[in-house]
Nanobody
């Protein structure tokens, strides 16, 4: 049972990134999946979530309008598209499904 995040990196303010969360070892399509982040010196916070089947999506107020969560169950992958990034988006981003967490991917927004 494994979740592996990728797609993080260094991006300038106003830029975009698409994070991926690839699952293996379980029936991924049955699970809702969420993205969380932990910024330096702050608590972990929920960023976005998507239900099993993708019919319901929710976003934290801090990212709403600038981010889109989606899933491709044929690829066992959930995506988080983030646009108009700001330095405040800098954090390690984690995906979660059930009791399974990934190792995280670093997003740094800076000039």
């Amino acid at each position: 049972v494994q979740l592996v995040e990728s797609g993080g990196g260094l991006v300038q303010p106003g830029g975009s990134l698409r994070l991926s969360c690839a699952a293996s070892g379980f029936t991924f399509s049955r699970y809702g999946v969420s993205w969380y982040r932990r910024a330096p010196g702050k608590e972990r916070e929920l960023v976005a979530g998507i239900s099993s089947g993708g019919g319901n999506r929710n976003y934290a107020a801090s990212v709403k309008g600038g981010s889109t969560i989606s899933r491709d169950d044929t690829e066992n992958t959930v995506y988080l598209q983030m646009n108009s990034l700001k330095p405040g988006n800098t954090a390690v981003y984690y995906c979660n499904a059930g009791n399974c967490w990934g190792q995280g991917t670093q997003v740094t927004v800076a000039t």
